[in-house]
């Protein structure tokens, strides 16, 4: 089993749609969480940080479900440039340290 | 603002053939990695400094050596390619030093780099 898991999708997306997805992780002990947004062909750029308690971002809210294991990300009112691949980033404990850790990243296209 | 400048952007090697892969940064941090990214794989880690005079091994180095020449500067180089190692590969740095606190990665454009 894949340390972080996610749908890689496509999640086609309406424009003006919401949209959300999950993300696994087996490590019960890692700590902290991320969501970067990645664009076709581009470096990743860190889109938020995922807080115990959720939080929010103008359109964006990340969740974290600690008892089963994932963390969410939720976009309201997609855009058009809101299309890219969405990756988690989980901060896994181990024995030669704490190493973040990627997933493989859900694409999400929203069309007109 | 410079950040993260990786090159080449693009190679083409034949199997057997070396190369190494430069990057450097203008933001003082002290934490810098290399990456590979292959399709549905997401990142993977090779090797990272968590600072300068230190390097260790990530999730696949096989194939994989590095230098932290400097607190700037983090190269990395395959000895003998093979078609396995093509892929893009990223260069990013963080700050505070390591991995507990990392969250904030920044990246380099990436370099693609082909092994016929």
């Known amino acids: 089993r894949k340390e972080v898991e996610q749908d890689p999708g496509p999640f086609n997306v309406p424009e003006g749609a919401t949209v959300a997805f999950n993300c696994t992780y087996s490590?019960?002990?890692?700590?902290?969480f991320f969501w970067y947004r990645q664009d076709c062909r581009k470096e990743p750029k860190l889109l938020m940080s995922?807080?115990?308690s959720g939080n929010e971002d103008g359109r964006f809210t990340a969740q974290l479900n600690r008892a089963s294991q994932y963390i969410s990300l939720l976009i309201r009112d997609s855009k058009l440039s809101d299309s890219a691949t969405y990756l988690c980033?989980?901060?896994?404990?181990?024995?030669?340290?704490?190493?973040?850790?990627f997933g493989g990243g859900t694409r999400v296209l929203v069309k007109p | 603002n410079a950040g993260v400048t990786q090159t080449p952007k693009f190679q083409v090697l034949k199997t057997g053939q070396s190369m190494t892969l430069q990057c450097a940064q203008d933001?003082?941090?002290?934490?810098m990695y290399w990456y590979r990214q292959d399709p549905g794989m997401g990142l993977r880690l090779i090797y990272y400094s968590a600072s300068e005079g230190t390097t260790d091994k990530g999730e696949v180095p096989n194939g994989y050596n590095v230098s932290r020449l400097n607190k700037r500067e983090f190269s990395l180089r395959l000895e003998s390619a093979a078609p396995s190692q093509t892929s893009v590969y990223f260069c990013?740095?963080?700050?505070?030093?390591?991995?507990?606190?990392?969250?904030?990665?920044?990246f380099g454009e990436g370099s693609r780099l082909t092994v016929l």
């Open positions: 995922v807080y115990s």
């Open positions: 490590n019960s002990a890692s700590q902290s």
């Open positions: 990013a740095s963080s700050d505070p030093q390591g991995f507990i606190l990392a969250g904030e990665l920044f």
């Open positions: 933001m003082n941090h002290n934490s």
């Open positions: 980033v989980v901060n896994i404990p181990g024995a030669a340290g704490n190493k973040l850790t």
